[in-house]
Structure formats: C-alpha cells, structure tokens
C-alpha cells in the first residue's frame, strides 16, 4: 500500500509530505532555507539593568538541497521599552561567535550583517542563532520581545526566498 496522498511510488505525498516509495522518510525543505523560532529560544526572564550579551532570541536555520550562506538578520523590538534602553544587538552562532558588528536600534529595528564572516548552513542541516542584546545602566526597559518581522528580514547567499511563518518571535 502507499502512503497517505500518493498515487504511486514516485515522489511526495501531498498530505504528509512522506516518499510515496513507502521508506517514510521526510523530504528535504524546498526553497533554499527556512527560518523558525528554536527550541533553544530563551524563556521570559527578568534583565538587570547595565547587563550585556543577554540572548533574546533563537532561531532555527534549516538548508535544503544545498548549502547556505546567512549573511544578515534584521530584528524589530517589541513591546514596552524604548531603542535607548538598548546599547547594542548583536548575532551569535551555536558556537558563541559573534558575526558582524554590535549595533543599535533605529526605528525600532537593528540591522546586523555580516556577509565577510557568514553563518554557514550545510545542505540539509539546521543552524541555531542567537540574538543578544545589551542594556544600558538606566535604562526603563518593561516586557519587550524581538522578532523577525518578514522573510526579507534574513539575507543570504541565494537568490531563492527565506522559507517560514512570519513574523517569527
């Protein structure tokens, strides 16, 4: 018998996304790489004011057929603070590496790239990224959030569209 949504033994199922070849196994994601929030993504927390390298956010990189390069994420701030509140955003790989500059926040959004010292995605692999933020010493930081407002708000080597459910936070 075939799986659920195959009418032969060639290809995916159109409702489990399966091989129809009865392996069971899953298909790579299509598109050149998708973006999710990751399972590391950190829980609500109290900051100290004055604190430095706090991770705000995870996100999970995953690759299709081929390898990718991330070279930029632009994150927007949510919620109940004020961009001088923050003294620097920044990006960091599961490794604990910064990629790019320490930046600051600008109409509630912080571009940091770093297409010289990008996030490598190998094919078919996940990469886990990290966005950390800076607070300044008196800041009025109340519950504030970052997130990724839009697939255009990660770059990368590819000409193909950033796969995901947007806004992601």
Known sequence: TLPAGCTSTAGYSSTTGVKCDSSGSSPVPSGSITASISSSNPAAATLADGSAYNSVMALNFTAGSAAVDITGVRVTRQGYSVNSDFSGVMIFDS???????????????????????????????????????????????????????????????????????????
Do not use: Y
């Open 95 to 169: 490794t604990g590496k910064r990629h790019g500059n320490v930046v600051t926040l600008s109409e509630d959004k912080a571009l940091i790239q770093f297409a010289s010292d990008p996030i490598n995605v190998p094919a078919g692999q996940s990469a886990t990224v990290f966005v950390k933020v800076n607070l300044v010493s008196t800041s009025s930081v109340g519950t504030f959030n970052f997130a990724v407002a839009a697939a255009s708000d990660i770059m990368t080597n590819s000409a193909d569209a950033v796969g995901g459910t947007f806004p992601i936070k």
